[in-house]
């Protein structure tokens, strides 16, 4: 077999998003001598990014001051914000929150600003490697020393083939891990540095979106609206958001809190129902529908904020859980702490300031003064709602007490406690069979590459999974993954080529017995404009 390469730089950032390139690109503004790589696993910048996405344009006007004059990717100015109760035949216009005005914001293709942000970088001297996922560190004396890549060309046995080029170890003096929401990396690095020992358990959200093209006299650039109540339940925690942007298009989605605890809930049908109210299904009936993808968000905000740091290297981004789940918003908290990354080690390539310049920065305190609005919803949306204008208009934000957060995969409820729910027929018009929606992924994967989805204890996906719960796993997954076979005795069979790596397997198992790795670089989503 080949032996591994090697190479060394200053810094090696993991992860092309928004946090990752904003760091490289701060990182050269101060210092241009440095050596700087951004290692990202889909096979384009951008390729595996998805998001609503409203962007408040504060970290960037930081960056790039005259990023608007370079027109590197369309904007939509935000018009109009609509914030609406669904019953299941109506419809209730309510006050729009504080934390959800969006004056001054615009609506984007994340992807689009990813791949403009790459190009800007590489044009500064930023090495940028995609197709390359991240496996594992190099550790000497419990000191991070670098990263791994994974090795590709491998069967599913572990055998190499034909094509194996083996993975490389990428050296550097500070290792910044911006892989977004519950990566593999970051969750390795917490376990060993303990460094969720002093917060509250990470709680997500589960998004789905679509991305459609809709008749021109339907279309009201730059209207924001978000919808909270049905089809969901009221102890269910979740809404929609419906984007008018760039030349007909809407971005139309829906999240659901991964602490649900109905077992037989099913989030990507939840959205597929959530369309066929009547305020939505006018949109969309004689439109057509473009793209598909889901991915996991943060959604434990301060109360979650792991350490930030580790021998070697820190966290910044979704990786660090910036997001603000009121504002609904997370590039420009992800883009500021990649920012305050670089500003922390660019002198010395030392991450020992950065934790204090997360708290001296506008982060902390637009964090911390919403921290109590989603916790508060475990309550039920109506005391939910209720607490979150006291806290809002009241406090002000400054409560003198923090709601706590808890771990989602332990909400779920045994199947036999809980009503089933039937979901209606699709129409394949406005609503649409899974893997027809999956095929619109663009998803690329070798099946005969290994399983990525590991399971810990094998036995569980039907001693516990299946007996207890109802095998779950086949409905929260959005993608087809799991799917249990009937054969002369039941067993879980996992379709890895399926995945869309949004994680929410590794998040919501009742065991915590399934562990999403990454597959071999460039496989998984291929997303446009999402």
Same mark, same amino acid.
């Given at each position: 077999?080949? $032996?591994? $390469?090697?190479?060394?730089?200053?810094?090696?950032?993991?992860?092309?998003?928004?946090?990752?390139?904003?760091?490289?690109?701060?990182?050269? !503004?101060?210092?241009?001598?440095?050596?700087?790589?951004v290692l990202e696993k889909a096979a384009e910048i951008g390729g595996q990014i998805l998001s609503g996405a409203v962007l408040e344009p504060r970290a960037l006007n930081e960056l790039i001051p005259d990023w608007q004059d370079q027109k590197g990717f369309i904007t939509t100015p935000v018009s109009k914000d609509q914030f609406i109760f669904l019953s299941q035949n109506k419809s209730f216009q309510l006050p729009t929150p504080e934390p959800m005005h969006n004056k001054g914001n615009?609506?984007?293709?994340?992807?689009?600003?990813?791949?403009?942000?790459?190009?800007?970088?590489?044009?500064?001297?930023? =090495? /940028?490697?995609?197709?390359?996922?991240?496996?594992?560190?190099?550790?000497?004396? =419990?000191?991070?020393?670098?990263?791994?890549?994974?090795d590709k060309g491998i069967d599913r046995e572990g055998n190499p083939t034909q094509s194996y080029q083996p993975g490389m170890n990428l050296f550097a003096k500070q290792t910044i891990v911006a892989e977004g929401c519950r990566g593999s990396l970051t969750r390795k690095l917490m376990h060993h540095f !303990?460094?969720?020992?002093?917060?509250? +358990?990470?709680?997500?959200?589960?998004?789905?979106?679509?991305?459609? $093209?809709?008749? $021109?006299?339907?279309?009201?650039?730059?209207?924001?609206?978000?919808? /909270?109540?049905?089809?969901?339940?009221?102890?269910t925690y979740g809404g @929609?958001?419906?984007?008018?942007?760039?030349?007909?298009?809407?971005s139309i989605g829906f999240v659901v809190g991964l602490d649900y605890q109905n077992p037989y809930l099913n989030p990507y049908e939840e959205f597929q129902r959530f369309k066929t109210h009547e305020m939505i299904r006018p949109l969309l009936e004689k439109s057509k529908r473009i793209a598909y993808g889901a991915r996991a968000l943060n959604e434990g905000g301060f109360q979650?904020?792991?350490?930030?740091?580790?021998?070697?290297?820190?966290?910044?981004?979704?990786?660090a859980g910036f997001l603000n789940v009121p504002k609904i918003k997370g590039i420009h908290t992800a883009m500021k702490s990649g920012m305050v990354a670089a500003e922390s080690i660019y002198a010395t390539l030392n991450s @020992?300031?950065?934790?204090?310049?997360?708290?001296?920065? &506008?982060?902390? +305190?637009?964090?911390?003064?919403?921290? =109590? /609005?989603?916790?508060?919803?475990? &309550?039920?949306?109506?005391?939910?709602?209720?607490?979150?204008?006291?806290?809002?208009?009241?406090?002000?934000?400054?409560?003198? &007490? #923090?709601?706590?957060?808890?771990?989602?995969?332990?909400?779920?409820?045994?199947?036999? !406690?809980?009503?089933? /729910?039937?979901? +209606?027929?699709?129409?394949?018009?406005? #609503?649409?069979?899974?893997?027809?929606?999956?095929?619109?992924?663009?998803?690329?994967?070798?099946?005969?590459?290994p399983c990525h989805l590991k399971l810990t204890d094998p036995s569980l996906a039907i001693e516990v999974n299946y007996k207890i719960y109802a095998s779950p796993e086949s409905r929260y997954c959005p993608a087809g993954v799991y799917e249990i076979v009937h054969a002369e005795k039941p067993y879980l069979q996992i379709n890895a080529a399926n995945c869309i790596q949004c994680k929410a397997c590794d998040i919501k198992d009742p065991?915590?017995?399934?562990?999403?790795?990454?597959?071999e670089g460039g496989s998984g989503p291929q997303y446009t404009m999402m």
């Open positions: 077999m080949k $032996e591994r $390469e090697s190479m060394e730089f200053d810094v090696v950032i993991v992860g092309g998003g928004p946090a990752g390139l904003s760091a490289a690109i701060r990182l050269i !503004q101060l210092n241009k001598d440095l050596s700087i790589c615009y609506i984007i293709s994340l992807e689009k600003m990813c791949q403009w942000l790459s190009g800007y970088a590489e044009n500064l001297g930023v =090495n /940028i490697f995609p197709s390359f996922a991240v496996t594992d560190v190099i550790m000497e004396n =419990n000191q991070v020393l670098g990263v791994i890549t994974g !303990q460094l969720n020992q002093n917060n509250d +358990p990470q709680t997500y959200g589960l998004g789905i979106k679509e991305l459609w $093209e809709i008749p $021109e006299d339907l279309h009201q650039a730059g209207l924001v609206t978000h919808t /909270i109540g049905w089809p969901l339940d009221h102890k @929609s958001f419906a984007y008018h942007f760039e030349k007909n298009l809407l979650s904020i792991p350490t930030l740091t580790f021998p070697g290297g820190l966290l910044v981004g979704c990786a @020992s300031e950065y934790s204090a310049n997360i708290q001296k920065s &506008w982060i902390w +305190p637009e964090l911390k003064k919403v921290r =109590n /609005i989603r916790p508060a919803m475990n &309550w039920g949306l109506l005391p939910g709602l209720i607490y979150a204008a006291f806290d809002t208009y009241i406090f002000r934000g400054n409560a003198p &007490w #923090t709601l706590r957060n808890h771990a989602d995969y332990l909400q779920l409820k045994p199947a036999d !406690q809980c009503k089933k /729910i039937e979901y +209606p027929k699709h129409d394949n018009k406005i #609503t649409f069979d899974l893997m027809n929606s999956v095929f619109l992924t663009n998803s690329f994967h070798d099946e005969n590459q065991r915590q017995n399934i562990t999403w790795t990454p597959p």
